[in-house]
């Protein structure tokens, strides 16, 4: 069920009963003192959950309150995924690509249209070498930005993705995770699933390269997706030089403690790609 059609229920029943005491209720005696109605009581603790409810749906990444999202999977098997955003971006995508191949591990890489329009040879390097493109938008901006009503950030990605590489990536990650009801209805409606992460080692702020890893290693879990960056948004050169020297501690840590690592949609069970 949609979280608007939730609401609106929500929202009906209360004031329903509200307005059904308000009825019944005989009239009370003036006291010199103005008094809250309970139906204004309760459009204000209405308005209070709608707005807690939708920035939980719309900043925590692993919410699922605005439409179906997969930030892990169920499972007891000792599975684990990685995930890099923002990419290509050089010369990090291809030395994470040389690290990988290195420990036969792949990943799934959720690549910016335009950085795969100015790094296209990179692009194709990671289909070619068993790793799994995704959408991450076109020029990495927040949902709550798409363009009304065609959402050309998801379109725009998928075209030149396709262009490039001739796959149309079957999964979605909204930049920053962040997502509304709208935009991830539409997306469901091109044929799209979104994915997150459970686990985010915050790179992007670019801590020491153990502190990545440490933080990586004490939140793996069986089924997690593990979110990493090659990129930052569509700035080319980015560093992230701290990612990749922390991925082989990663990569041996998980291994030791007997993770095998497989992409995100074999962690899910659904096809890499739309034909």
Known sequence: ?????????????????????????????????????????LSMAMA?????????????????VFGKTYAQAVTAQKVIALSFDDGPNEPYTSQILDILSS??????????????????DVARRIVAEGHVLGNHSYTHKTL????????????LAQAAIYKVTGVRPHL?????????PWELEYVKRKGLVTVTWSVSANDPHKPPSDAIAERVLHSARPGAIILLHDGNGIKHGADRSRTVAALPQIIES???????FITVPELLGISPYIE
């Open 172 to 180: 979605f990650r909204p930049p920053y995770g962040r997502k509304t």
């Open 103 to 120: 420990y036969g591990v792949k990943a799934t890489f959720f690549v910016v249209g335009k950085n795969v329009e100015y790094y296209p």
């Open 1 to 41: 069920m949609l979280y608007g059609t939730i609401l609106e229920q929500i929202w009906l029943k209360l004031m329903g009963r509200s307005l059904a005491r308000s009825r019944t209720c005989p009239r009370e005696a003036y006291s010199g003192k103005p008094k809250l109605r309970p139906r204004w009581a």
């Open 254 to 260: 998980l291994k030791a403690q007997g993770y095998t």
């Open 144 to 155: 709550s930005e798409f363009d009304v009503p065609n959402y050309s950030e998801v379109d």
């Open 48 to 64: 209070v959950i709608m707005v807690g409810i939708f920035s939980y749906g719309y900043f925590f990444p692993a919410s699922d």
